[in-house]
Every structure is written in structure tokens, then in C-alpha cells.
């Protein structure tokens, strides 16, 4: 049963406009989400997060957005940039005992010059 | 530099032999997690630690062992029972409790002939 949902593979953008990354999550009790980036052969690295308390929170080119009523989740990065190509993984936790991640599948992300 | 090193980056051990997988961190978390990585399956939660000399499955555990005998170490021995064991191996670490990022090691790609 996958908790966390990334129903896109892929999403190719042109250089210098929006994308919007979506993950979709089955489990009403996550309460902390977070987002990823990934090269090929190398560890994630954390772009971003959201507690449930909040529906919205922006770092620099980076925002993500939370919709608790539908359980979704996006990632908007403006303006696109080619170093932004990568696989972005969405998770979602329950803060408390465990703390442990479950993760999305993986959108790969192709920002064309 | 704080950071979680995983050692080595590529393996290679012949089919029935059991192999492990050195995680060492210096960020004096808590949490420290066990992930594997597959095509188009995302990250996939083999075991997790949230203390010292105490850890639980993940959802993929079997075919796998964990020690946590030290808080900066959580190796993983991946034993002859794992149907499939070719794989990249990602290993993290977190503060713990509560909602918190998790720090990722550069994987290590092991690979079963």
C-alpha cells in the first residue's frame, strides 16, 4: 500500500519557467512533510519542508504547498534552472515516536535550456 | 565536517555470501535509518534506529540484519536470505523525535553476481 503518491514519472519545463512537482498521500495522520532532490549514484539532500500546521512555506526559488482537505502536496520552483534536474521525492512523516520517513516515488525533473 | 559516511560506494560479492554496509555519522543524532533505492519504487524503509541498542523493521526488512551498539554507527549486513539484494543502499540519519529532516549518506551500489 503506497502512502505517498507521485503519480508523475517526469515532468519536463523550459529554463526560466515554473514547475510544479505533485505528491499525493493516503495517511491522515502524517503531519510533517518534506522534499527531496537526487542525482543519479548519490544520497537526497533536503530542499524543503511543511508541517501540517501550515499550508504554505517558501525558501529562495523554492515553495511548497500543502492542502490538508485533499491530502496533497506540491513543490512550485521559479524560475526553472538547469541545475534544478534531478529527482525530487516528496515524504511525509508522523513527528512523535518514530519519525520515520515514507517516501514518494520520484518525479524526475528536466529543466531545458 | 558533520556528515554520515557510507562505505564503500560500489560492492560486489558473489550470490550466498553475506556482505555489510558501514553507516557512520558525526551529528550526534538519535534516528539513523536504512533505505533502498530500486527503479520506479522510490526509497523504501529496510530498518531504523532510534536509539542506542534499539531499532525496529522497516517495511522491507527481511533477508536483512542491524546492529546499534554506537550511536554514530548503524551497520547493515545484508544476508543470503534476500531474494534480490542488488541494489543502491542509502542510509540516514535524524535528530529523532519530532518532525526533522533526515540526513542522507552517498549510498553505497551494491552489486550480487
Given amino acids: 500500500d503506497q502512502q505517498v503518491k507521485q503519480n508523475s514519472p517526469s515532468l519536463s519545463v523550459q529554463e526560466g519557467r515554473i514547475s510544479i512537482l505533485n505528491c499525493d498521500y493516503t495517511n491522515s495522520m502524517f503531519d510533517y512533510f518534506l522534499w527531496y532532490k537526487k542525482y543519479p549514484a548519490e544520497g537526497p539532500t533536503f530542499l524543503i519542508s511543511i508541517s ?62 | 565536517d558533520g556528515g554520515i559516511t557510507q562505505s564503500p560506494k560500489y560492492l560486489f560479492r ?67 536470505a534476500q531474494k534480490n539484494p542488488t541494489a543502491f543502499y542509502l542510509c540516514a540519519s535524524s535528530i529523532g523525535f519530532g518532525g526533522a529532516e533526515a540526513f542522507f549518506g552517498q549510498g553505497t551500489r551494491l552489486t550480487v553476481v
Fill in chain 2, 14 to 80: 558473489k550470490e550466498g555470501q553475506n556482505v555489510t554496509l558501514s553507516c557512520e555519522q558525526n551529528l550526534n543524532h538519535d534516528a539513523m535509518y536504512w533505505y533502498r533505492q530500486d527503479p520506479g519504487q522510490g526509497l523504501r524503509l529496510i530498518y531504523y534506529s532510534q536509539i542506542v541498542n534499539d531499532f525496529q523493521k522497516g517495511d522491507i526488512a527481511e533477508g536483512y540484519s542491524v546492529s546499534r551498539e554506537k550511536k554514530e554507527s548503524f551497520p547493515l549486513t545484508v544476508t543470503s
Fill in chain 1, 52 to 113: 501540517s500546521i501550515k499550508d504554505k512555506n517558501e525558501d529562495g526559488r523554492f515553495t511548497v504547498f500543502l492542502n490538508k482537505s485533499a491530502k496533497h502536496l506540491s513543490l512550485h520552483i521559479v524560475p526553472s534552472q538547469p541545475g534544478d534536474s534531478a529527482v525530487y521525492f516528496c515524504a511525509a512523516s508522523v513527528s512523535g515516536a518514530t519519525n520515520k520517513l515514507i517516501f514518494g516515488t520520484g518525479t524526475l525533473l528536466a529543466v531545458q535550456p
